[in-house]
Nanobody, 128 residues
Framework: QVQLAESGGGSVQAGGSLNLACSVSKYFEGNVNMAWFRRVPGKQREGVAGIDTLGGTTYADSVKGRFTISRDNARNTLLLQMAHLRPDDTALYYC??????????????????????WGQGTQVTVSS
């Protein structure tokens, strides 16, 4: 059973920064695709940033230039650096991973149904 655990959420004022981390309980044979999603109550979960098996990255337009996704393979951890945060970034942030090492192109990297494993989420609140 693969478990993902997010950390690093919190409250910050607009313009501030937060760094999220997602630890993965299993070392996969090769890289899997991973991503960060977020959900605001009453809305669908949306893809924020994804990283494919080759290290390529994709971002939602709303976070481009402000968020950076990366992975620390030595620590089996997915990271999300968030800067210039805005109140509309307020959400519950989830990390996700695919079960397969099959490469996903950018059009599929932020699609929720491509992912097999999910964390419980960490809350990010940005005040104006």
């Amino acid at each position: 059973q693969v478990q993902l655990a997010e950390s690093g959420g919190g409250s910050v004022q607009a313009g501030g920064s937060l760094n999220l981390a997602c630890s993965v309980s299993k070392y996969f044979e090769g890289n899997v695709n991973m991503a960060w999603f977020r959900r605001v109550p009453g809305k669908q979960r949306e893809g924020v940033a994804g990283i494919d098996t080759l290290g390529g990255t994709t971002y939602a337009d709303s976070v481009k230039g402000r968020f950076t996704i990366s992975r620390d393979n030595a620590r089996n951890t997915l990271l999300l650096q968030m800067a210039h945060l805005r109140p509309d970034d307020t959400a519950l942030y989830y990390c996700a991973a695919t079960a397969s090492t099959r490469w996903l192109d950018w059009r599929r990297l932020l699609l929720e149904n491509e992912y097999n494993y999910w964390g419980q989420g960490t809350q990010v609140t940005v005040s104006s």
